[in-house]
């Protein structure tokens, strides 16, 4: 009777989102403004990620015009939060999305709704001057709450709040 392989340790998997997108430059300088994240840069020893896909072996055919000659992804220079890839598709969005992000600015429920309501609009009225839309504000009278759902560049809905 032959010994059961001891199984490999799967490691810890790490989360990236990864958002389509027709102009993942565009993309990338308006969700370094929103998230305060900043672009990644190629690998060490490659100047640009094109450079590194190529020596990695991706074939060019499977790269579009243009794919990594400028950063198309952005990171959190504190390292906390995921990466954010955004990668380059040839159809445009034509449905809501199942999956949005919510930027939280307010400081949550402990803080009073005055000030939460004073942090989002500010946080807004900065996301707009970098390209967004405001498509609804949620602020039911008597609630205890205020968000703002919006749209980025490219028509992908996320919400402050």
């Known amino acids: 009777m032959e010994p059961t392989p001891t199984p490999t340790p799967t490691p810890t998997p790490t989360l990236q989102l990864t958002i389509d997108c027709a102009d993942p430059r565009r993309m990338v300088d308006f969700w370094t403004q929103a998230l305060g994240y900043v672009p990644e840069p190629p690998p060490e020893g490659h100047t640009t990620w094109r450079d590194y896909w190529s020596a990695t072996g991706v074939p060019e055919e499977e790269l579009p015009d243009g794919a990594g000659e400028t950063p198309e992804s952005i990171v959190d220079p504190a390292g906390r939060g995921p990466r954010v890839w955004f990668q380059q598709v040839p159809e445009p969005k034509t449905a ?4 949005h992000l919510d930027l939280k600015v307010g400081g949550g429920r402990d803080v009073p709704l005055a000030t939460r309501t004073v942090r989002v609009t500010v946080a807004v009225d900065r996301l707009t ?11 039911e009278p008597g609630a205890d ?11 992908n809905e996320f919400c402050v709040a």
């Open 96 to 99: 809501k999305n199942r999956v």
């Open 145 to 155: 709450y205020y968000g703002v759902v919006l749209q980025d560049p490219e028509g």
């Open 129 to 139: 001057a970098a390209g967004a839309t405001v498509i609804r504000v949620m602020d």
